[in-house]
């Protein structure tokens, strides 16, 4: 008779093999459809995102939906694996778990605006709740994980503490057979994933050895789950404090990227490749945020990852860690950006090159940047042979936006934000008003710009002088501007 613990990991092992290779299986991209009636919703746009990878939770977003006049709304779309999708709808953010091929009926909450005051505080975050799903019953995965994951979490916050201090095993290992006899295998890999790694969490807390108890038996012999939310919830908790041990370890200069990845494998723990590449950028990651390495030396060395990494999910995410960390920093590609204009045209900041460009975010109804505004127009009457100012609005009610366009008579270009979160998200805007300032070539200068108010006049002119100076080294010409030769 096998052993119930010997059982249980090779139980896991193969688990987490047919989740792996039923990601690869799944390959190909089914059409998935999302529909509903929201009449709160009716003639919004409902953005859906995802993250992008769980290391940073970069956010991107998955699809859009337009709500007719009516509340209605249908969109199918291309999926190739479950994956955890959100949307934010006023005070809440909405979220389910998508599978490739399925059809969602979608119940959303009643809408209720972000008052103002929480819209600009840059550390208001939404209220999450679980989507309904009218077209599902108890045994969908959406329906499993929440009521799996609210029992389980009552068990955490009710007898953690006491655990944690006994270190019993056999409480733990209680509280997961009363979760199994609720819960039990229903054939899908992903719930099953879901759960075991939750339970890892739980046998952290009467774990007297990590190393052993956990991290052997969990992370060491299975493949890293790159789409599973709960291993990256447990990972994170197991691996607080690796980067500062690993950087403390006799690792030969010049620091690199394959260097840490040998040095993490001289542990027989750590063996497996696609574990050590992660732990290997997890330590970047960490150290880049508890400045244990300097700015530019992270994102070398998550730059070499891109490339050398022999994983090909370690060097997707290794490249958007690099977008990350490298992002908005001065002498970067400005994001670009597809929006429209309050004459329904489409506008991208590619449109705009060639000239310098104040770019500016703001909200119609704060004070701040209705003062600013009203500071521009000497800008755009002194500098608008050679500087482009566009406007970002971002109000929620694109009427109110269009009607203060209309009533200020501003001359230069404003651009409705059309519940887009991703530009929010690439210009990292927590707060209005924000500024940059983007050469004729499309890269950041001042990340962030002046104000108007802030002597904005003097930065623009060095700057502007200091391009053309390189722009005569380059190509010597005779171009005069509004400065003279």
């Known amino acids: 008779m096998i052993p119930r613990t010997q059982f249980f990991f090779k139980y896991i092992f193969i688990l987490l093999m047919s989740v792996t290779l039923g990601s690869h299986s799944m390959a190909q991209e089914k059409q998935t459809r999302v529909f509903g009636h929201a009449p709160d919703y009716k003639n919004m746009v409902l953005v859906f995102e995802h993250y992008q990878n769980y290391l940073t939770y970069e956010e991107e977003e998955l699809f859009s939906i337009k709500v007719d006049s009516t509340g209605h709304f249908s969109f199918s779309f291309p999926l190739e694996k479950t994956t955890y999708a959100y949307a934010d709808l006023g005070n809440f953010r909405g979220f389910l778990y998508l599978q490739p091929g399925e059809n969602y009926q979608l119940k959303l909450p009643p809408f209720h605006p972000v008052p103002q005051a929480q819209k600009l505080n840059p550390f208001f975050e939404p209220e999450p709740i679980s989507l309904g799903i009218m077209n599902r019953d108890s045994t969908d995965l959406n ?26 095993k056999k409480a733990v290992e209680t509280i997961i057979d009363s979760l199994e006899v609720r819960y039990p295998n229903n054939g899908d890999p992903f719930f099953e994933s879901h759960k075991l790694f939750r339970y890892a969490r739980l046998r952290m807390l009467s774990s007297r050895n990590l190393e052993k108890d956990i991290i052997q038996n969990y992370f060491s012999k299975n493949p890293v789950q790159f789409n599973l939310p709960a291993y990256w919830d447990t990972f994170k908790d197991v691996f607080r404090g690796f980067a500062r041990k690993t950087l403390e370890k006799d ?66 995410t290794a490249r958007n860690v690099v977008r990350k960390i490298g992002a908005l920093k001065p002498g970067s590609p400005a994001p670009d950006f597809s929006l429209m204009n309050f004459e329904m045209e489409t506008k991208r900041l590619k449109d705009f090159q060639g000239k310098f460009v104040y770019l500016n975010f703001m ?25 482009e100012i566009v406007t970002v609005l971002i109000d929620e009610n694109y ?29 990292n805007i927590r707060a209005v008003p924000q ?13 962030p710009a002046p104000a108007p108010g802030e002597n904005f006049h003097d930065n623009f002119v060095k700057q502007y002088r200091a391009y053309e100076r390189e722009q005569q080294r380059k190509t010597p010409s005779t171009r005069e501007s509004i400065f003279g030769p």
Request: aromatic content about 14%; glycine content about 2%; charged content about 25%.
């Open 435 to 447: 500024y940059f300032l983007i050469n004729p070539e499309g890269k950041l200068v001042l990340s």
């Open 143 to 168: 329906a499993q994980i929440r009521d799996f994951d609210d029992d389980f979490y009552y068990q955490l916050d009710t007898k953690a503490i006491r655990i944690m201090a006994s270190k019993n």
């Open 363 to 387: 909200h119609t109804e704060n004070y701040t940047c209705r003062r600013e505004l009203r500071l521009m127009p000497r800008f755009y009457e002194a500098f608008g042979r050679d500087l």
């Open 251 to 316: 690792i030969t200069p010049p620091l690199s990227f394959p260097k840490i990845v040998r040095s993490i494998r001289e542990d027989s723990v750590y063996q497996r490749v696609d574990l050590a590449e992660l732990l290997s950028l997890w330590t970047i990651y960490q150290s880049y945020h508890e400045q244990l390495l300097s700015p530019d030396r992270a994102l070398q060395l998550m730059v070499q990852a891109a490339d050398s990494a022999s994983t090909e999910n370690i060097k997707t």
């Open 399 to 427: 009427d109110n936006a269009a009607s203060f366009v209309d009533e200020s008579d501003y001359q230069w270009t404003f651009l409705h934000f059309g519940m887009n979160a991703n530009i929010l998200n690439k210009y």
